[in-house]
Every structure is written in C-alpha cells, then in structure tokens.
C-alpha cells in the first residue's frame, strides 16, 4: 500500500494521476497546507523541506520519497512502466520531466501566486512570470508538433507537466495558438486516470483556495 500525504496542487496531483495510471493501491492523508501541517516534525521527518507531496511505500518498509519528480521515478521504476525501455529515449523523458521540475512547475507557480495570492499586485512581476510560462508553453508545443507525446510514449514525463498545463487559465496564462499543446491536453483530460487523479483530493472552491495560500505565502 502507498501512502500519499498531499494536497489539492498541481504537484500532489501528479502522484495521484501516476498511481491511478499505474492501477497501484493507495491511500491519501491530507496535509492542511493552511494550518502549516507540512511544517511540523511529523511531516518534517519524511520531507525536511515541508513541501507536498510525499509517499510512504509500506510494501518497502515505510521507505518513503519526497519531490513530485523523485516520486515519479520511483513509482515507474518500481513498477516498470511509464517509462520508455529504450536509454535514449528514456533520456528523453528525463529531460523533460527535469523541464517541468525546473522550469514550467516553477514558473507558472511564481505567475500563480503574483496573479492570485500575493497581497500586492505587481503589474511587472505578473509579466514576467505569465510570459515567461507562455514560453514554455510554446517549447512544449514546438516538441508536440512532432510526438504525440513529450518522450514520444506516454509517459511521467506528460504526467507531471499535465497538471500545471490543465491550470492555465489560473495563472491567466492563454493558450491561444497552441494547437499542438491543447491537442495534447484535450487527449490528457480524456483519460480516465488523469479524471480521477485529480479529483484526489479534490480543489477546494476558488474563495477557499485564496485564502489558504495567502495565509501560506504571509
């Protein structure tokens, strides 16, 4: 059994859609993000950084993981798939699941939070931040002109862009143009996997979500 410990963001939800695709048993506890539950020893003690998600793997002696893209890794190699077989193109996939870890995740958090939490609107910073998501929209659209997907195959690696891509509209970041990448969104959002992994656990409504992630970012 996996224990999740997670919340309702772009990357607690790519673990769930992981664990759905892979058909894996699992069960989530909630971490109240807003009351700063990731910031206490109890949690400290699985990710020092207190960041979501985390899994605990009980059928490994409780070994657990954190860092959404470690987390994907161990979950494709633990089960062998999601994963090209050939090297090459499982380098693929690592590069771009490492551009979504170090570039779309966060970039279009930053355009998140100066668009919706962040107490003082700053017109410069939301540009910078929304332009520079866009940009990367485009990267993966120019890749998916070619591939239906980003290492070729399904793979983690569209697992863990997906969630942020499917919040565009959050950051008010348009995808006008793009018809590569909203083709690939649509197929993503199709997925019955992707439908239920991001109902675990669900958003909470647009008022509620605000308000936690400002008494986060104080």
């Not at 866009?134 to 690696?157: C, H, N, T, W």
């Not at 008010?172 to 969104?185: F, I, R, T």
Request: aromatic letters at 8%; hydrophobic letters at 40%.
């Amino acid at each position: 059994m996996i224990e999740l410990l997670t919340a309702a963001t772009p990357n607690g939800h790519k673990v769930s859609i992981a664990l759905e695709e892979l058909e894996l048993p699992y069960q989530i506890r909630l971490i109240d993000l807003s009351a700063g539950e990731q910031k206490q020893d109890k949690f400290l003690q699985y990710n020092p950084n207190g960041r979501i998600p985390v899994i605990i793997d009980h059928d490994a002696d409780g070994f657990s993981v954190f860092e959404s893209g470690a987390i994907l890794l161990y979950l494709a190699e633990k089960t062998g798939k999601l994963q090209p077989e050939d090297p090459q193109q499982r380098s693929i996939m690592m590069q771009w699941l490492m551009f979504q870890m170090s570039g779309l995740g966060p970039m279009q958090g930053q355009a998140h939070v100066f668009v919706r939490y962040f107490p003082e609107h700053i017109p410069a910073v939301v540009d910078r931040y929304q332009k520079e998501t866009r940009r990367l929209y485009e990267v993966m659209d120019k890749r998916l002109q070619s591939v239906p997907y980003l290492a070729g195959e399904f793979s983690i690696a569209d697992i863990a862009c997906y969630p942020w891509v499917q919040r565009h509209g959050w950051g008010k970041v348009e995808l006008s143009g793009l018809d590569a990448l909203q083709d690939w969104l649509q197929r993503m959002n199709q997925r019955p996997a992707c439908q239920r992994g991001l109902q675990q656990p669900p958003r909470a409504n647009e008022q509620s979500t605000v308000a936690s992630i400002r008494q986060i970012i104080k």
